[in-house]
Nanobody, 120 residues
Framework: QVQLVESGGGLVQSGESLKLSCAAS????????MGWYRQAPGKQRELVAT???????KYVDSVKGRFTISRDNAKKTVYLQMNSLLPEDTAVYYC??????????????RGQGTQVTVSS
C-alpha cells in the first residue's frame, strides 16, 4: 500500500509564494509520473502539473511561468513551487503518484489534499 503525505498549504496574499510537498511511502518498486491536481469549490478537478520519471514536465496554461514542479527520486517526493499566486489559484491541491508495486502490479495513489488560499 502506498501512502502519500502532503504539506505546505496555507493562506497567503496575492503575489506571494508557497511550496507544496508530497512524500510517498510504502513498498514501491518504481515511481513513474508524479503530479498535482487542484479542485476549487464548485469547480471540476484540474490537472495542474505533471513530471515524468525522466523529468519531463507539463503545466496547465494558467500556471505556466508561475509554478514549477520538481521531484526528488531518492526521497520519493514531488514538489510544487507556486510563485505569483493569484486568488484564482485558491483550491485544495492533491498530489497524484503512479508507478509499480511489483513487476506485475501498478498503483495510482492520491494524497489527502492540502488547502491553498490566496487572498486579494
Amino acid at each position: 500500500q502506498v501512502q502519500l503525505v502532503e504539506s505546505g498549504g496555507g493562506l497567503v496574499q496575492s503575489g506571494e509564494s508557497l511550496k507544496l510537498s508530497c512524500a510517498a511511502s510504502g513498498t514501491i518498486l518504481r515511481i513513474d509520473t508524479m503530479g498535482w491536481y487542484r479542485q476549487a469549490p464548485g469547480k471540476q478537478r484540474e490537472l495542474v502539473a505533471t513530471i515524468s520519471s525522466g523529468g519531463a514536465t507539463k503545466y496547465v496554461d494558467s500556471v505556466k511561468g508561475r509554478f514549477t514542479i520538481s521531484r526528488d527520486n531518492a526521497k520519493k517526493t514531488v514538489y510544487l513551487q507556486m510563485n505569483s499566486l493569484l486568488p484564482e489559484d485558491t483550491a485544495v491541491y492533491y498530489c497524484n503518484v503512479q508507478g509499480r508495486l511489483t513487476s506485475w502490479s501498478d498503483f495510482v495513489s492520491r494524497g489527502q489534499g492540502t488547502q491553498v488560499t490566496v487572498s486579494s
